[in-house]
């Protein structure tokens, strides 16, 4: 997801050949999307944001040159349909006869005969005033995130969070096994700014806010635009969902890649609104 972005970006910065810009963009999304979606929901998310943004902020080019934005939506339904073919399993193949495929009918009666009560929205539903989910892997993680804002509140360490020496108390909590994965080795909460909270509390919290907004009262300064944000949304989102932030090498990038923008932009704009 990171390195889709970034080269994207770079794409846009330094290639002056706008079919060409346009075109790679197109086919590496839409490439990879598939396959995003199969290994991590929310990388496949934050590719999509970062596709609807890239629309939105090359908008003027796209308004003045609809020959490139039809020849875009043309590359990139190619290429997902491709790719969304080689990495899933479904049969493309058409059916003339009458009746489905018996794995459809199959599912259809499994379905039938659920008695579903609880009402959701995108998957989410409320319960004994806590927040659910329908899948369980989500349903897991907003487990692990409410249990840390009520333990820091019952604790009273809103304020400072739990510090960076031990494992997050709810991660070994007994009345919830499972939480340190199989190989008992996962201590994160997989999500940037629960860990955040939970580590250093609302003073920490606060901090982190104030950096971001920080970057982006620069970019604004310095560049008039808020171009920035094509970078910052789509990686900040993918991180409220998964433990990229918590690794080595995804951070390292994702912050060098971020000095480098707001450094760089002046010599070669990253969002050129003449174009």
Do not use: C
Request: net charge neutral.
């Amino acid at each position: 997801m990171l390195s889709l972005v970034i080269a994207n970006l770079l794409n846009f910065k330094y290639v002056s050949n706008k079919i060409f810009r346009f075109s790679y963009f197109g086919f590496s999304v839409s490439l990879l999307l598939p396959l995003l979606l199969f290994m991590s929901r929310g990388s496949f998310v934050s590719g999509v944001i970062f596709y609807v943004f890239s629309l939105y902020y090359f908008r003027k080019y796209f308004f003045k040159n609809l020959k490139v934005l039809i020849l875009l939506f043309i590359i990139s339904s190619i290429s997902f349909i491709v790719s969304l073919y080689n990495v899933s399993d479904i049969d493309f193949s058409f059916n003339w006869g009458n009746e489905p495929p018996p794995s459809v009918i199959e599912t259809v009666e499994e379905v039938s005969k659920k008695k579903e009560t609880r009402k959701a929205f995108l998957s989410l539903y409320i319960q004994d005033g806590r927040l659910m989910s329908k899948d369980n892997t989500t349903n897991w993680r907003l487990d692990i995130w409410q249990d840390v804002f009520e333990d820091l509140n019952n604790k009273n360490l809103i304020i400072y969070g739990y510090g960076h020496n031990e494992i997050i108390p709810v991660m070994t909590d007994p009345s919830a096994p499972g939480r340190l994965g199989r190989d008992g080795l996962n201590e994160n909460v997989h999500n940037y700014f629960v860990n955040i909270l939970a580590r250093g509390g609302l003073f920490q919290f606060i901090a982190f806010f104030a950096f971001y907004i920080s970057l982006l009262q620069i970019s604004k300064r310095k560049f008039g635009n808020y171009g920035i944000f094509l970078f910052m949304i789509p990686i900040l989102f993918n991180s409220t969902l998964d433990m990229s932030m918590e690794g080595v090498q995804y951070p390292v990038v994702y912050y060098i890649f971020l000095g480098f923008l707001i450094s760089t932009e002046d010599k070669s704009k990253l969002i050129n609104y003449e174009d």
